[in-house]
């Protein structure tokens, strides 16, 4: 799950990029900066998404769904087996199939994958070389599509293709190349822009959830 998450939010890691190189193309970092600068103007965000698994040659090894909501620093992930809530203040982490919660407290220094490093990170300038590839039209609208390279080698992946809608400049899916050979794509529907959340969506609540043990780790 923490690979899934990982790739997920980084779903656009999309949105962390080098600017200091001239290998850089700026009308690619030109677009991802538009990608965040719109997305921060959103008060809640709430999305679905499909993860597509496959490997070198293309073969299909699986898919998952999954939503995620967010809010401020607020957040909630649910993909097949498991929940992740975030209250801005602890990580509740639900596993269904053991019908355990894991709580951790935020640490705002640690470098972990959040729904908002991934959608609205704006620091362009340390991880990944970047290019502007061709448009395309996929269901009647233009997508752009932005190739990053990381600058470390010692990744896991070698590259990540972020297709972004060009007159909506939001995220429509990331596609992640592992090592391994094998191929995630994460594909992003249903964004809802306005959507109104309460901060109760944030919170585990154990009463929802009967018989959970609680491994309480702050």
């Known amino acids: 799950m923490k690979k899934i998450l990982y790739s997920l939010f980084f779903l656009t890691i999309t949105i962390t990029c080098v600017s200091a190189q001239s290998k850089n193309d700026p009308d690619a970092k030109k677009l991802l900066e538009a990608v965040t600068t719109k997305f921060k103007t959103f008060k809640a965000v709430q999305a679905k998404f499909t993860l597509r698994i496959e490997n070198a040659a293309g073969k299909s090894l699986g898919s998952k769904t ?17 929940e992740i809530f975030c209250d801005g203040t602890n990580v509740s982490t639900y596993d269904p199939s053991s019908k355990e919660v894991t709580i951790t407290k935020v640490d705002p220094t640690s470098n972990a994958i959040t729904p908002q490093k991934i959608f609205a990170d704006d620091s362009y300038d340390k991880d990944f070389l970047y290019k502007l590839n ?16 990381p600058i470390d080698k010692t990744k896991s992946f070698f590259k990540v293709l972020v297709q972004i809608d060009k007159a909506t400049q939001t995220i429509v899916s990331t596609k992640i190349f592992e090592k391994t050979g094998e191929r995630y794509t994460y594909s992003i529907s249903n964004m809802n822009t306005k959507a109104a959340i309460g901060d109760d969506e944030f919170v585990f609540d154990a009463k929802k959830y ?5 491994v309480d780790l702050r």
């Open 66 to 82: 999954g939503s995620v909501s967010m809010k401020g620093m607020k957040y909630r992930v649910s993909i097949t087996g498991q």
């Open 210 to 214: 009967p018989g959970t043990e609680v």
């Open 134 to 149: 061709d448009p395309k039209v996929v269901n009647g609208k233009t997508i752009e599509e932005v190739e990053l390279t």
